[in-house]
């Protein structure tokens, strides 16, 4: 294409292209043309596309912020409002932190506190604030083989599930939720070395499909299984203990240790999600009447412990 042509094209395009249209309109003057102009105006191209990518806020995220629909309901509300492109790598809490401490991402969402607690000690992230949280909850099939509903403690439904050699499909995938359930099993115990006990290295909504396909138990957020219930042949068997509470932080990835990562975006979203207009919004998120996350930001990490999941249970 010439120089005349391109510069026509780009010209009638968006603000965006303003500078590629100041070249294309000098370079088909060929009168100007001078080989200091060309190096002058090829810099402010380069400079400009180092620009146009620091709009986009490259963000990992555990699995059920975006299978429960929650960051499609926020984030459009935060580009729109910033200008800003937020783009979402979803994967279990172990990818996440591991894409951070590669510096691939900007910054993470994520739900396993002793991982984040390490993640942050070894200086791959800073400024870790506590964004929600919903709770796990075991569900299994209506006919609940292992009489699970009726117990009281985590610990004893993971031992009755043991005990019956009752079919169990764990994530096994490194993930959040992964890493509760290992905690849970090593809070009760139990080494899950029972036949039925299968770990099939996926994200939690498969696993939830191959549950309730397989007609088994299995370990889930309460927003994942939220958002998948309808389609599942699955039932809420136990909730409520303590020990399955699960909180979320957002977390941005050391610009001390990567430089060249954009953390002025990752800073500007990690503050408006703790921004009292975007813990209102994750308060009001609900699916089919139901509520998946409660806001946290402005709860210290203290009273988080002893937060009570019964705003969430009945669901």
Known sequence: MSAFW?????CHQPISNLVQCVFYTLWANARIRSPLLVLLLGSLLVHHSALATQTDIRLATTTSTYHSGLLDYLLP?????????VRIIAAGTGKALKMGENGDVDLV??????????????????????????????????????SIADLDTTSAALSAIASNNALFVSRGDDSGTHKKERSLWQLSRISPTFSHYRSVGQGMGPTLNMASELQGYTLTDRGTWLAY???LALTLLHEGDEALFNPYQVILISNQRYPDINFTGAKALSDWLV?????????????NGDQLFVASAQANSAE??????NSLQAQ
């Open 6 to 10: 391109r510069q026509r094209q780009l």
């Open 77 to 85: 509300i935060f580009e729109m409002e910033t200008g800003y492109k």
């Open 109 to 146: 969402i994520t739900h396993a506190p002793k991982a984040e607690q390490q993640f942050v000690l070894a200086g791959f992230g800073m400024l870790p604030r506590a964004l929600m949280y919903n709770d796990f909850v075991i569900v299994g099939p209506r006919d609940d083989p292992a």
């Open 229 to 231: 219930r309808n389609k």
């Open 275 to 287: 921004s009292q207009q975007a813990q209102a919004l994750i308060n009001q998120f609900q699916l």
């Open 304 to 309: 988080n412990n002893d937060v009570d999941t």
